[in-house]
C-alpha cells in the first residue's frame, strides 16, 4: 500500500519519531522531490526568487536541481570529517529534508490563501514578499552550512552560494574551486564572457 | 586459541614513520622477514577517492571512513583519531618544511628549553632521502635561510596567480618568500600523477598526487616486502624472562578477540606516533620493568612538544581571487633563523606563511544594517566585499615543552580489552610561559609591519592555544637519565627496541614536522641495518 508523505507525517505527528518513523519520512520526501508535483514546483519559484536572476532560468534550474540532488543524497548519521585537536566523532545529524519539505507545502499554502494561486504561479514580488513573511523573526546573523539552515529558503541560498558555480559569478572570473586544472594554469585568469 | 608469528621485524603502527622505516629496511639488500601490526583497517583504494571526496565536499562526511576504533575518547588535546592504514599521514595536508639548524640547539644558542643530541647536519641526509621517498616539489630559498645539500627531487608547485600578487605584497615589508615545499607532486612521479590544484589536500587527494603512506604498503605488499597485518591491536610488549630483550608483542585480532597473537622477532620498532607509541610502552609495565617498558628514566610520556600558532587576516587593497588554490602557501624561514642578537636577547623564532583567503568576504545573508538580503541583493553586496582581498597568514612558534606536557594512563577509560586509554596534558616550560607575551607581541608586530608595507590593514588576529604538530613522549638523548631513546632511535633499556618518528623528537621547532619525523625514522632504520 502507498502512502503520501503528507498522509504518512500526519501519521507520524503522534507516533514517536523511532528511526523508522523519520526515514520513511526522508524517503517519500526524496521521491516527491523527484516527481514533478507541487513542492518540486514551488522549490523552482523560490529559486527565482533567492538566488540571482543573472543566472536566468536555466541557470536557476541547474541550481535547483543541484539543491534537489544534495537533499535525495543525504544521509543520516553518516560519520564527519575529523576535529583537529579532539578525540570526539561526529556524526550527521537527522534529514532536514522532511522539515524543509513542509516548508514547502506552507508557502504553497500561504499563497493559495492570501491570492488564490499556487506559490508558483505568483508574480516574484508577491513571491518575495510570502518568502520574506516565513523568515520573519529567523536568526540570519550568518550563512549557515546547508544542513543547519532552519528554513528551506536559507537552505537553497546557503547551498547555491557555497557553490563554485557562485564564486565564479562573484568574481567574473572562472576561478573554478575545487576542480582540476593543469599546473601552470592556475598562474593566469579567465575572464567569463559576462563579466 | 594462541597463534604465533615468527618475523625479523615487527613494526608496530603504520602511519608515514613506519612506512619510511619499511620502505628503508625492505630495499636495504639484506633478505629479512617485516610484519607490520596495525589496530585500524585498510583505506579505501584511490579509484574510490573521487567519491568519497564529493562526499566530503558535499556534506562534511569523513572520507576515510571507519578510520578509528570506537570507545578511543581520550581526554586531552589528541590531534586526531585516525587510527588506519597509513595513521594520520592520510589526513596530512603535505607541507614539508625542514627544521632549521637552530632548532637542534636552543639551550646552546639562546639559552632555553634542550638541545637535541644530534645536529641538522646529522639529519640533512636522511631529509634528502624522506624527501625523495615522499616526492617533494620544492623551490630552494636564500641559501643562507634555506641550507640543503642536494636539490629538491621535484621542481616547485608554481606560484598561483593570487600567491604572485602576494608574494609582492610581502616584498614590500623586506620579508623573502618561496612556494611552500610539498610532498605533492609537480611533476609525475612514483608512478603517481601531477597535482591539478582541486585543492582538498587535506582532508583528501582524490588522485593521489599528494603522497600517503599507503602508497608505500601497497607497492610493499605487492613486492612481497612486508606483511601487514590490519585490525590487529598490539596490548602488550613481553620482555624475555629474567632479560632486558624484548620477546614478543602480545596483540588482538580485532575479528578474533578471544583469541592471542604473539609475534615473535628479533626487532621491534614502536611507530605510534607520539600518543600510541608512548601508551604502548606504559602499558607494558611487568616483572623487571614495572614502570613500563624503556621508562627507567621515568620519562615515557613525558615532554610532549609542539608549536603554537598566531594567526591573522590582513585586508590588502589588491583584486584576489580565492579559490584557485588556498592549501598552498607562500614561506619564509627568515625568523627561524635568528640569534639572540636579532630579538634583544630573548628567545623568539617562529615560521610565516602566507595564503590566498576568502576570510570574511563570504557571501552574506544579512546587510551591515541587519536586512535580510536575498537574490540579487546578496551577489551586489558579495560583489562589493570582494572588489580588495584578504591574506592569511600565519607564525609557529616554539614551545618550549615541560617534563609535565605528558602522556598518563587514564584509569578511568578504558577500551573494549579493558587497557586504560591515554590522558593528555599540555604545558609551557616556565621559560617559555614567560617568553609567551614578548613572542605573541612581536609576531603581532610583524603583522602590523606587513599591512603597512601594503597599505592594508590587519582585520583580525588570534592565538590557538592547541599545540600542533605534537610529538615526544619518549624522547632522544645521549643520557640514559632524561631520555628514553638513543640518538638513532635504539631505547637506552631494552637492545632490540626502537621508537621512531614523531616520540623521540626533543622539541617541535617552529615549522610543520611530519618531513622530520620522516627523517628521524629513517635515521633510525639506517642504524638498524
Request: net charge neutral.
Amino acid at each position: 500500500m502507498s502512502i503520501s508523505r503528507r498522509a504518512f507525517l500526519a501519521w507520524a505527528a503522534g507516533a514517536v519519531p523511532v528511526a523508522a518513523v523519520v526515514r520513511r519520512a526522508h524517503a517519500l520526501s526524496v521521491a516527491e522531490l523527484s516527481a514533478e508535483g507541487a513542492p518540486s514546483q514551488t522549490l523552482l519559484a523560490l529559486g527565482d526568487v533567492v538566488l540571482p536572476s543573472e543566472l536566468g532560468a536555466e541557470g536557476t534550474s541547474r541550481a535547483v536541481d543541484a539543491f534537489r540532488r544534495w537533499m535525495v543524497g543525504y544521509r543520516e548519521h553518516a560519520e564527519l570529517t575529523h576535529g583537529y585537536g579532539t578525540s570526539r566523532i561526529r556524526y550527521s545529524g537527522p534529514t532536514p529534508v522532511t522539515r524543509w519539505m513542509s516548508q514547502l507545502d506552507a508557502l504553497d499554502a500561504a499563497a493559495r490563501q492570501r491570492y488564490g494561486t499556487p506559490f508558483a504561479s505568483l508574480d516574484v514580488a508577491r513571491r518575495e514578499q510570502l518568502v520574506r513573511a516565513a523568515l520573519a523573526g529567523a536568526r540570519m546573523d550568518r550563512m549557515p552550512a546547508v544542513g543547519e539552515a532552519d528554513h528551506v529558503a536559507v537552505a537553497l541560498v546557503a547551498h547555491f552560494f557555497a557553490s563554485p558555480v557562485a564564486t565564479d559569478l562573484c568574481y567574473g572570473v572562472a576561478i573554478g574551486r575545487e576542480s582540476c586544472r593543469p599546473l601552470a594554469a592556475s598562474g593566469e585568469l579567465v575572464l567569463l564572457k559576462h563579466s | 586459541m594462541r597463534s604465533v608469528i615468527e618475523t625479523d621485524v615487527c613494526i608496530i603502527g603504520s602511519g608515514i614513520s613506519a612506512a619510511m622505516v619499511a620502505e628503508r629496511l625492505a630495499h636495504s639488500g639484506t633478505a629479512r622477514d617485516i610484519v607490520v601490526l596495525e589496530a585500524g583497517d585498510d583505506v579505501p583504494p584511490l579509484a574510490n577517492r573521487y567519491a568519497l571526496r564529493e562526499r566530503a565536499l558535499a556534506y562534511g562526511e569523513n572520507p576515510w571512513p571507519n578510520d578509528h576504533l570506537d570507545g578511543y575518547d581520550v581526554d586531552g588535546p589528541l590531534q586526531s583519531r585516525s587510527m588506519c592504514v597509513g595513521g594520520l599521514a592520510m589526513h596530512w595536508g603535505g607541507v614539508t618544511p625542514r627544521f632549521s639548524p637552530e632548532d637542534f640547539h636552543v639551550r646552546s644558542l639562546f639559552g632555553v628549553g634542550h638541545d637535541w643530541p644530534i645536529s641538522y647536519d646529522d639529519l640533512e641526509p636522511h631529509y634528502q632521502e624522506a624527501e625523495e621517498i615522499l616526492g617533494v616539489a620544492g623551490e630552494q630559498g636564500p641559501g643562507a635561510m634555506d641550507p640543503r645539500a642536494k636539490p629538491f627531487p621535484m621542481p616547485p608547485l608554481p606560484l598561483t596567480y593570487n600567491l604572485g600578487l602576494l608574494k609582492q605584497w610581502v616584498e614590500k615589508a623586506g620579508i623573502a618568500m618561496w612556494s611552500q615545499p610539498s610532498a605533492k607532486n609537480s611533476v609525475p612521479y612514483g608512478g603517481r600523477a601531477p597535482c591539478c590544484r582541486n585543492d582538498t589536500c587535506s582532508p583528501i587527494c582524490p588522485i593521489g598526487a599528494k603522497y600517503s603512506p599507503d602508497f608505500t604498503w601497497n607497492a610493499l605488499r605487492q613486492a612481497r616486502k612486508v606483511r601487514l597485518e590490519t585490525r590487529t591491536l598490539v596490548r602488550q610488549l613481553v620482555l624475555e624472562r629474567g632479560r632486558s630483550r624484548v620477546s614478543h608483542a602480545l596483540a588482538v585480532a580485532r575479528d578474533r578477540p578471544r583469541d592471542t597473537l604473539e609475534i615473535h622477532a628479533k626487532q621491534f620498532v614502536v611507530a605510534g606516533g607520539y600518543v600510541w607509541s608512548a601508551h604502548l610502552l606504559l602499558l607494558s609495565a611487568q616483572p623487571g620493568a614495572p614502570n613500563g617498558l624503556a621508562n627507567r628514566s621515568g620519562l615515557v610520556g613525558k615532554y610532549l612538544t609542539g608549536h603554537r600558532n598566531v594567526q591573522a587576516i590582513i585586508a590588502l587593497p589588491i583584486r584576489l581571487y580565492p579559490g584557485i588554490n588556498e592549501q598552498h602557501s607562500l614561506v619564509t624561514k627568515q625568523f627561524m633563523r635568528v640569534t639572540p642578537a636579532d630579538t634583544g636577547g630573548r628567545y623568539v623564532r617562529h615560521d610565516l606563511r602566507v595564503w590566498e583567503s576568502a576570510a570574511g568576504r563570504g557571501a552574506r545573508l544579512t546587510s551591515d544594517t541587519g536586512a535580510l538580503l536575498l537574490g540579487d541583493a546578496i551577489l551586489r553586496d558579495w560583489r562589493e566585499r570582494t572588489k580588495t582581498g584578504v591574506a592569511r597568514v600565519r607564525a609557529y612558534y616554539d614551545v618550549i615543552p615541560d617534563r609535565a606536557s605528558e602522556l598518563t594512563l587514564d584509569a578511568s577509560r578504558r577500551n573494549a580489552w579493558g587497557d586504560p586509554l591515554p590522558k593528555l596534558s599540555f604545558r609551557d616550560d616556565p621559560a617559555s610561559a614567560e617568553l609567551r607575551p614578548f613572542t605573541e607581541e612581536r609576531i603581532r608586530g610583524l603583522f602590523s609591519t606587513m599591512a603597512r608595507a601594503g597599505a592594508g590593514t590587519v582585520v583580525r588576529t588570534n592565538v590557538d592555544e592547541f599545540q600542533d604538530h605534537p610529538a615526544g613522549g619518549c624522547r632522544m638523548g645521549d643520557d640514559p637519565a632524561t631520555s628514553v631513546v638513543d640518538r638513532y632511535g635504539r631505547t637506552h633499556d631494552h637492545e632490540n627496541l626502537w621508537v621512531v618518528g614523531a616520540p623521540t623528537s626533543v622539541s617541535g621547532g617552529c615549522a610543520n614536522a611530519t618531513l622530520t619525523f620522516c627523517a628521524l625514522a629513517l635515521r633510525s632504520a639506517a642504524r638498524m641495518l
